[in-house]
C-alpha cells in the first residue's frame, strides 16, 4: 500500500475538494483519500497493483482538476500557483477597468433617482446601452471562462461547486439581458425593458476573480513555512574523498548535496551552511543553530560533536563526516512533518466538511426556490413584470453569495500558520488533532531527567564502605553502568575515565557476565565471579539487604541521587550523582501556572531529591520510585478523574506514557529528534517551548473558532437576504452585485484572520 502527497491543479473552492475526495475514495485500490482545499493537495493510500497516480489523476481529469507530483525539494506546484496567480492577474488588468465603468453606470442611475445628479441624456443613455453588452460579453467569456466551465461540467457530469454557481448565476443575468437587449420592442408589452444585468455579470465575476487573487496571494504566504525551511538548506558541499586527487590549490570537490553519501568527509568554511548531518572529525567551530533550537548564541562544537544540516557555521573551518544524508537529515524529517501537519485535519472541522458536502446542491435548490417564490406570490402584488426582476436578482444573488469557501478554509488555513509559526520556534507538531488537544490540557506530566533538569548529571560523592580502593570501587560500578544508557550511568562512567586521566593509570572496566537489568530499580551483573548489584534503596530492600537508608538522607535533602553498589549480602557503598536545574525550568513552570495548568513530575528517582528538585522550580506534585509502567498507570488515573493530560519526557523511555497520553511531548535534543514518538516534539529539549506550544494551540484554535463563526454567520444572514427573505417585512432585496462583493471578501477575510497568528508573539 502507497501512502504519497499530490498537490492539485485546479481547486477553486471548498466543494472541489470534496467532489475529488469522493470520486478517489469510490476508485478500485484506494483505501483512504484525503482532500485539503487550503494546501490544494491530497493525502492518498492506494494499491499501486490496482491503481496509479496516472489513472487517478485521469479520473478527475475530465472535472477540471489534475495530480501534480510533489516533494520536500519540488517548487513545481507553487510555480505553477504562480502561473495561474499571474494569469488572473492580467484578466483583472481588463476587467477592473470594465466594473468601474460599470459601477459609475450604476451609481449616475441610483443618484439621479434622488437628484443628486442629473438625469442621464438620451444620447449617454444609448451609447452605455450598446457598450455594456460588449463589456459583459468580453468579461462572461474572457474572464469568466472557469465558470462557464463550471457550469458545463454540472451540466454533462452532474458535479457541481462554487463555479457552477457562479457561472449558473451570472450566465443567466447575462442571458436574460441580452433577450431583453434583443427583442426590446417585442417585450415591452410583457417584461420591464429598462432593467438589464449585464452591470450585475460584469462586476460580480470581476469582484469574484478578485476575491480569488487575493484568497490565492494569501495561501501563498499562509504556507511559506515550508518554503523557508527548504531555503535553510544548502545546495552544494566541498567533499573530500578517499582515492581522488584534488586539483592543485583546492581543498575539496564541489558537488550537490544530492551526491553527498555516507562516509563522506566534508569542509565547512566560515559563513557557510552546513549541508547534511554528521560528526566533526577535525577542527573546533562555532553554529549557529537558531533554526532548529530557537537559540540565538552560537554553540561551539569540537571533534566528536554533532553538527546538522542547515545550521550556519560562524567561525572556524572544520571537516566533518556525513552520517545522515537525503531525507535522513533532521532538516528533511521537519521538513515533512511540517508538510504532514499542514496537510491534517482537526477534529473540529468535521461539522465544516459534511455542511461544505451539500452546500453546492442545496444553494441550487435555495437559488431555484426563490426564484419560484418570487414569480408565484409576487406576480399577485407585484405583477409578473417586476416579480421577475425581483425573482432573477435573488436566483443570481443566491447563487453568488454562497460561499462553502470560508467555511472550508476557516480550519486548515489557521493549522497551517499555526504549525508555520510552530516550526520556526523549534516546536514539530505532528498533526493537527494534536494541536486542537493541546488547547484542552490542564495537566502535565513531566519527567526530572532531561525535563526540568539538564539530563548531564555528574558523579559529586564517593562513599565507599568496603575494603576495595576508591579506583577498584568506582571500576566495578562503572563496569555495570557501561551496559546502561540511562544519563545516571553517563556520569558514572565519565568520572571513571576523568579519574583514569588524572591518576594516570587506565581504569579499566572489568569483563562482566550474566549481566541484567532490573526495571526501575538498577543492574546485576558478574566480575570475577561475584555477583553485583548497582541501584536505588528499592532494589537494595527487594535484596533484604540491612542498610540504614536514613544515612543516604543528608544527601538525597539536597536533591542528590544515590546510586548503592552491593553484593547480594551487604552495601560496599554508595556514590551520589547530581543533575542541575534547567536556567528555563523555572519560569516554565510559573507559566503554565498562569495558564492554569498543573504540573506533576513523575520519576523513577529517590522521593527526596525529587522534592528538592520540584521546590526549586514550583511544581505541584511530585510521584518517586516510579517504573516505566507506573507513569503510565498514573497517567491513567488522572484521565479517569477527568484530567485532560499532556506528558512530556525523552520520546524512548517514555514511550508508553507518551502514547497513553492525550498529547505526548518529546523533549528533543540536537539531532536525537524523537519526531516520531509523540505528537509534539520539543527541539533542544527546552522546557519553555511546552508553554509555547500550549499558547500557539490556545491562539490557533481561537482563531479557527472566529473563522467558523464568521463563516457560518455569513451564510446564514448572507443567503436569506439575497433570497429575499426579508423583503415583506423591511422592503430589503441584496443586489448580486453587493453579494459579488461579499462572497468574494469572505474567503479573504477568513485568510487574513488566520494571518492574524504569524504576528501574534507566544
Given at each position: 500500500?502507497?501512502?504519497?502527497?499530490?498537490?492539485?491543479?485546479?481547486?477553486?473552492?471548498?466543494?472541489?475538494?470534496?467532489?475529488?475526495?469522493?470520486?478517489?475514495?469510490?476508485?478500485?485500490?484506494?483505501?483512504?483519500?484525503?482532500?485539503?482545499?487550503?494546501?490544494e493537495?491530497?493525502?492518498?493510500?492506494?494499491?499501486?497493483?490496482k491503481?496509479?497516480?496516472e489513472?487517478?489523476?485521469?479520473?478527475?481529469?475530465?472535472?477540471?482538476?489534475?495530480?501534480?507530483?510533489?516533494?520536500?525539494?519540488?517548487?513545481?506546484?507553487?510555480n505553477?500557483?504562480l502561473?495561474?496567480?499571474?494569469?488572473?492577474?492580467?484578466?483583472?488588468?481588463?476587467?477592473?477597468?470594465?466594473?468601474?465603468?460599470?459601477?459609475?453606470?450604476?451609481?449616475?442611475d441610483?443618484?439621479?433617482?434622488?437628484?443628486?445628479?442629473?438625469?442621464?441624456?438620451?444620447?449617454?443613455?444609448?451609447?452605455?446601452?450598446?457598450?455594456?453588452?460588449?463589456?459583459?460579453?468580453?468579461?462572461?467569456?474572457?474572464?469568466?471562462?472557469?465558470?462557464?466551465?463550471?457550469?458545463?461540467?454540472?451540466?454533462?457530469?452532474?458535479?457541481a461547486?462554487?463555479?457552477t454557481?457562479?457561472?449558473?448565476?451570472?450566465?443567466?443575468?447575462?442571458?436574460?439581458?441580452?433577450?431583453?437587449?434583443?427583442?426590446?420592442?417585442?417585450?415591452?408589452?410583457?417584461l420591464?425593458?429598462?432593467?438589464?444585468?449585464?452591470?450585475?455579470?460584469?462586476?460580480?465575476?470581476?469582484?469574484?476573480?478578485?476575491?480569488?487573487?487575493?484568497?490565492?496571494?494569501?495561501?501563498?504566504?499562509?504556507?511559506?513555512?515550508?518554503?523557508?525551511?527548504?531555503?535553510?538548506?544548502?545546495?552544494?558541499?566541498?567533499?573530500?574523498?578517499?582515492?581522488?586527487?584534488?586539483?592543485?590549490?583546492?581543498?575539496?570537490?564541489?558537488i550537490?548535496?544530492?551526491?553527498?553519501?555516507?562516509?563522506?568527509?566534508?569542509?565547512?568554511?566560515?559563513?557557510?551552511?552546513?549541508?547534511?548531518?554528521?560528526?566533526?572529525?577535525?577542527?573546533?567551530s562555532?553554529?549557529?543553530?537558531?533554526?532548529?533550537?530557537?537559540?540565538?548564541?552560537?554553540?561551539?562544537?569540537?571533534?566528536?560533536?554533532?553538527?546538522?544540516?542547515?545550521?550556519?557555521?560562524?567561525?572556524?573551518?572544520f571537516?566533518?563526516?556525513?552520517?545522515?544524508?537525503?531525507?535522513?537529515?533532521?532538516?528533511?524529517?521537519?521538513?515533512?512533518?511540517?508538510?504532514?501537519?499542514?496537510?491534517?485535519?482537526?477534529?473540529?472541522?468535521?461539522?465544516?466538511?459534511?455542511?461544505?458536502?451539500i452546500?453546492?446542491?442545496?444553494?441550487?435548490?435555495?437559488?431555484?426556490?426563490?426564484?419560484?417564490?418570487?414569480?408565484?406570490?409576487?406576480?399577485?402584488?407585484?405583477?409578473?413584470?417586476?416579480?421577475?426582476?425581483?425573482?432573477?436578482?435573488?436566483?443570481v444573488?443566491?447563487?453568488?453569495?454562497?460561499?462553502?469557501?470560508?467555511?472550508?478554509?476557516a480550519?486548515?488555513?489557521?493549522?497551517?500558520?499555526?504549525?508555520?509559526?510552530?516550526?520556526?520556534?523549534?516546536?514539530?507538531?505532528?498533526d493537527?488533532?494534536?494541536?486542537?488537544?493541546?488547547?484542552?490540557?490542564?495537566?502535565?506530566?513531566?519527567?526530572?531527567?532531561?525535563?526540568?533538569?539538564?539530563?548531564?548529571?555528574?558523579?559529586?560523592?564517593?562513599?565507599?564502605?568496603?575494603?576495595?580502593?576508591?579506583?577498584?570501587?568506582?571500576?566495578?560500578?562503572?563496569?555495570?553502568?557501561?551496559?546502561?544508557?540511562?544519563?545516571?550511568?553517563?556520569?558514572?562512567?565519565?568520572?571513571?575515565?576523568?579519574l583514569?586521566?588524572?591518576?594516570?593509570?587506565?581504569?579499566?572496566?572489568?569483563?562482566?557476565?550474566?549481566?541484567?537489568?532490573?526495571?526501575?530499580?538498577?543492574?546485576?551483573?558478574?566480575?570475577?565471579?561475584?555477583?553485583?548489584?548497582?541501584?536505588?534503596?528499592?532494589?537494595?530492600?527487594?535484596?533484604?539487604?540491612?542498610?540504614?537508608?536514613?544515612?543516604?538522607?543528608?544527601?538525597?535533602?539536597?536533591?542528590?541521587?544515590?546510586?548503592?553498589?552491593?553484593?547480594?549480602?551487604?552495601v560496599?557503598?554508595?556514590?551520589?550523582?547530581?543533575?542541575?536545574?534547567?536556567?528555563?525550568?523555572k519560569?516554565?513552570?510559573?507559566?503554565?501556572?498562569?495558564?492554569?495548568?498543573?504540573?506533576?513530575?513523575?520519576?523513577?528517582?529517590?522521593?527526596?531529591?525529587?522534592n528538592?528538585i520540584?521546590?526549586?522550580?514550583?511544581?505541584?506534585?511530585?510521584?518517586?520510585?516510579?517504573?516505566?509502567?507506573?507513569?503510565?498507570?498514573?497517567i491513567?488515573?488522572?484521565?479517569?478523574?477527568?484530567?485532560?493530560?499532556?506528558?512530556?519526557?525523552?520520546g524512548?523511555?517514555?514511550?508508553?506514557?507518551?502514547?497513553?497520553?492525550?498529547?505526548?511531548?518529546?523533549?528533543?535534543?540536537?539531532?536525537?529528534?524523537?519526531?516520531?514518538?509523540?505528537?509534539i516534539?520539543?527541539?533542544?529539549?527546552?522546557?519553555?517551548?511546552l508553554?509555547?506550544?500550549?499558547?500557539?494551540?490556545?491562539?490557533?484554535?481561537?482563531?479557527?473558532?472566529?473563522?467558523?463563526f464568521?463563516?457560518?454567520?455569513y451564510?446564514?444572514?448572507?443567503?436569506?437576504?439575497a433570497?429575499?427573505?426579508?423583503?415583506?417585512?423591511?422592503?430589503?432585496?441584496?443586489?448580486?452585485?453587493?453579494?459579488?462583493f461579499?462572497?468574494?471578501?469572505?474567503?479573504?477575510?477568513?485568510?487574513?484572520?488566520?494571518?492574524?497568528?504569524?504576528?501574534?508573539?507566544?
Amino acid at each position: 500500500m502507497i501512502n504519497q502527497t499530490y498537490k492539485i491543479k485546479g481547486m477553486h473552492c471548498a466543494s472541489c475538494a470534496g467532489i475529488i475526495e469522493r470520486v478517489f475514495k469510490k476508485t478500485e485500490g484506494v483505501s483512504s483519500a484525503e482532500v485539503n482545499y487550503a494546501t490544494e493537495a491530497t493525502k492518498v493510500s492506494f494499491d499501486e497493483t490496482k491503481t496509479s497516480p496516472e489513472k487517478l489523476s485521469k479520473k478527475i481529469e475530465h472535472l477540471g482538476y489534475s495530480l501534480v507530483a510533489t516533494g520536500a525539494e519540488e517548487t513545481q506546484p507553487k510555480n505553477l500557483k504562480l502561473l495561474e496567480l499571474s494569469d488572473m492577474k492580467k484578466k483583472l488588468i481588463t476587467a477592473i477597468p470594465l466594473a468601474v465603468i460599470s459601477i459609475l453606470i450604476m451609481a449616475w442611475d441610483i443618484l439621479s433617482l434622488y437628484k443628486v445628479v442629473p438625469m442621464m441624456s438620451d444620447t449617454i443613455k444609448t451609447f452605455f446601452n450598446h457598450l455594456l453588452p460588449l463589456m459583459a460579453t468580453y468579461t462572461l467569456f474572457v474572464v469568466g471562462k472557469p465558470y462557464l466551465l463550471g457550469f458545463y461540467r454540472f451540466l454533462r457530469y452532474g458535479k457541481a461547486n462554487m463555479d457552477t454557481l457562479i457561472g449558473l448565476g451570472t450566465i443567466s443575468a447575462y442571458l436574460y439581458s441580452f433577450i431583453i437587449f434583443a427583442f426590446t420592442d417585442l417585450l415591452k408589452p410583457y417584461l420591464n425593458v429598462g432593467s438589464t444585468y449585464f452591470d450585475v455579470t460584469i462586476v460580480v465575476i470581476t469582484f469574484i476573480t478578485l476575491g480569488k487573487y487575493l484568497e490565492a496571494r494569501s495561501k501563498i504566504k499562509t504556507g511559506d513555512a515550508i518554503e523557508k525551511l527548504l531555503n535553510l538548506g544548502a545546495k552544494t558541499a566541498l567533499v573530500v574523498r578517499e582515492g581522488k586527487d584534488l586539483p592543485t590549490g583546492q581543498a575539496g570537490i564541489e558537488i550537490s548535496i544530492n551526491e553527498v553519501v555516507h562516509g563522506d568527509f566534508i569542509i565547512v568554511k566560515p559563513g557557510t551552511k552546513i549541508p547534511v548531518d554528521g560528526v566533526i572529525t577535525e577542527g573546533t567551530s562555532y553554529i549557529d543553530e537558531s533554526m532548529i533550537t530557537g537559540e540565538p548564541m552560537p554553540a561551539q562544537k569540537k571533534i566528536g560533536d554533532t553538527v546538522v544540516a542547515g545550521t550556519i557555521n560562524t567561525s572556524g573551518s572544520f571537516i566533518f563526516k556525513a552520517t545522515k544524508v537525503g531525507s535522513e537529515t533532521m532538516l528533511a524529517q521537519i521538513i515533512k512533518m511540517v508538510e504532514e501537519a499542514e496537510g491534517s485535519r482537526a477534529p473540529i472541522q468535521a461539522l465544516a466538511d459534511k455542511i461544505s458536502a451539500i452546500f453546492v446542491p442545496v444553494v441550487l435548490v435555495v437559488a431555484f426556490v426563490a426564484l419560484g417564490a418570487w414569480l408565484l406570490f409576487g406576480s399577485s402584488t407585484l405583477g409578473f413584470a417586476q416579480a421577475l426582476s425581483y425573482g432573477l436578482m435573488s436566483f443570481v444573488g443566491v447563487l453568488v453569495i454562497a460561499c462553502p469557501c470560508a467555511l472550508g478554509l476557516a480550519t486548515p488555513t489557521a493549522i497551517i500558520v499555526g504549525v508555520g509559526k510552530g516550526a520556526k520556534e523549534g516546536i514539530l507538531i505532528k498533526d493537527a488533532a494534536t494541536l486542537e488537544k493541546l488547547h484542552k490540557v490542564n495537566t502535565v506530566i513531566v519527567d526530572k531527567t532531561g525535563t526540568i533538569t539538564k539530563g548531564k548529571p555528574t558523579l559529586v560523592d564517593i562513599k565507599n564502605l568496603s575494603d576495595f580502593s576508591e579506583q577498584e570501587f568506582i571500576s566495578i560500578i562503572a563496569t555495570l553502568e557501561n551496559k546502561s544508557e540511562h544519563p545516571i550511568a553517563h556520569a558514572i562512567t565519565n568520572y571513571a575515565k576523568d579519574l583514569s586521566a588524572q591518576a594516570g593509570n587506565n581504569i579499566s572496566t572489568l569483563s562482566v557476565s550474566d549481566f541484567s537489568n532490573i526495571e526501575g530499580k538498577g543492574l546485576r551483573g558478574k566480575i570475577n565471579n561475584i555477583e553485583y548489584f548497582v541501584g536505588n534503596a528499592k532494589l537494595i530492600k527487594d535484596l533484604n539487604i540491612n542498610f540504614d537508608t536514613s544515612t543516604l538522607e543528608q544527601y538525597t535533602r539536597q536533591g542528590k541521587t544515590p546510586v548503592i553498589l552491593a553484593t547480594a549480602k551487604e552495601v560496599l557503598g554508595f556514590v551520589m550523582v547530581s543533575d542541575e536545574v534547567k536556567e528555563e525550568s523555572k519560569l516554565a513552570i510559573l507559566d503554565l501556572h498562569k495558564l492554569g495548568i498543573k504540573v506533576i513530575m513523575v520519576t523513577g528517582d529517590d522521593a527526596k531529591a525529587a522534592n528538592y528538585i520540584a521546590t526549586l522550580v514550583g511544581i505541584d506534585e511530585v510521584v518517586a520510585h516510579v517504573l516505566p509502567k507506573d507513569k503510565l498507570e498514573k497517567i491513567k488515573e488522572l484521565q479517569l478523574s477527568g484530567k485532560i493530560v499532556a506528558m512530556a519526557g525523552d520520546g524512548v523511555n517514555d514511550a508508553p506514557a507518551l502514547a497513553q497520553a492525550d498529547v505526548g511531548i518529546a523533549m528533543g535534543t540536537g539531532t536525537d529528534v524523537a519526531i516520531e514518538s509523540a505528537g509534539i516534539t520539543l527541539l533542544h529539549g527546552d522546557i519553555s517551548k511546552l508553554v509555547k506550544a500550549i499558547k500557539l494551540s490556545k491562539m490557533t484554535m481561537r482563531g479557527i473558532k472566529q473563522n467558523l463563526f464568521w463563516a457560518f454567520f455569513y451564510n446564514i444572514i448572507g443567503i436569506p437576504l439575497a433570497g429575499g427573505l426579508f423583503y415583506p417585512i423591511f422592503g430589503w432585496l441584496l443586489n448580486p452585485v453587493f453579494a459579488g462583493f461579499a462572497m468574494a471578501m469572505s474567503s479573504v477575510s477568513v485568510v487574513s484572520n488566520s494571518l492574524r497568528i504569524k504576528a501574534k508573539k507566544l
